[in-house]
């Protein structure tokens, strides 16, 4: 069964470094997305992504992050200085025509 | 603000009890409404509903939705330890998924 991955799936970073997610949506989805949830707290969105533009992006996702599908498999998140408030579990999603998000196992990203 | 509500936060039950969580939701461009299961990482899509009054079923899980009350409720059957998990449920706004906080639920042998 097709699924989503994500490398790494634990990154630890100094604060104030610039760390770049990955993930590999389902191959014959077309909209992809970024999650977070931090500890404890609930799964909030960050950035909805298709046809190679951002189509929704929530206030959390402000100027330091940026997303790219530079080939056409993978989709990237970029934190370009991260704060130790970053740290959480960073989820990717795609889905095809229809609404059914699937999810990726998670990056665990700790910032110290 | 959109809002989603999950009830209650946690529940412990014995192995062959029946649960019902329950979701309500507020959100200004709702398109459908997903429950998840969330072991130790990545939500695991369960259901997805968008029609008031139809049930989905899988095993032992069903879920119906009411787009009148704004509310979802999602159904255990003979629980089993391997149900003890967080569900989630979520609701399709647009082009974003809002989660709700979560259900922990943990069945005891």
């Known amino acids: 069964e097709p699924e989503v991955t994500q490398t790494p799936s634990h990154q630890v970073t100094q604060m104030g470094q610039e760390v770049i997610l990955r993930c590999v949506p389902i191959?014959?989805?077309?909209?992809f997305y970024w999650y977070r949830q931090i500890l404890g707290q609930k799964v909030e969105f960050l950035v909805s992504?298709?046809?190679?533009?951002?189509?929704?992006k929530s206030e959390i996702f402000d100027d330091q992050f940026s997303v790219e599908r530079p080939d056409g498999s993978n989709f990237t998140l970029k934190i370009r200085s991260t704060k130790l408030e970053d740290s959480a579990m960073y989820f990717c999603?795609?889905?095809?025509?229809?609404?059914?998000?699937?999810f990726g196992p998670g990056t665990r990203l700790t910032v110290t | 603000e959109d809002k989603v509500v999950q009830s209650p936060l946690s529940l412990v039950v014995h192995e062959g009890d029946t649960v019902t969580l329950n979701c309500s939701y507020e959100?200004?461009?709702?398109?459908?409404l997903l429950w998840y299961k969330q072991e130790k990482k990545a939500p695991t899509f369960l259901f997805m509903l968008?029609?008031?009054?139809i049930e989905k079923k899988s095993g032992r899980l069903s879920s119906i939705l009411d787009k009148k009350e704004l509310f979802s409720i999602l159904n255990i059957t003979a629980t089993q330890t391997g149900d003890s998990a967080v569900y989630l449920c979520?609701?399709?706004?647009?082009?974003?998924?809002?989660f709700g906080a979560g259900t922990i639920l943990r069945v005891k042998s």
């Open positions: 999603a795609s889905t095809g025509i229809i609404y059914e998000q699937y």
């Open positions: 191959s014959n989805h077309l909209y």
């Open positions: 992504f298709y046809n190679n533009e951002i189509s929704e």
């Open positions: 959100v200004t461009n709702f398109r459908s």
């Open positions: 968008t029609s008031s009054g």
């Open positions: 979520a609701v399709v706004n647009g082009n974003k998924l809002v």
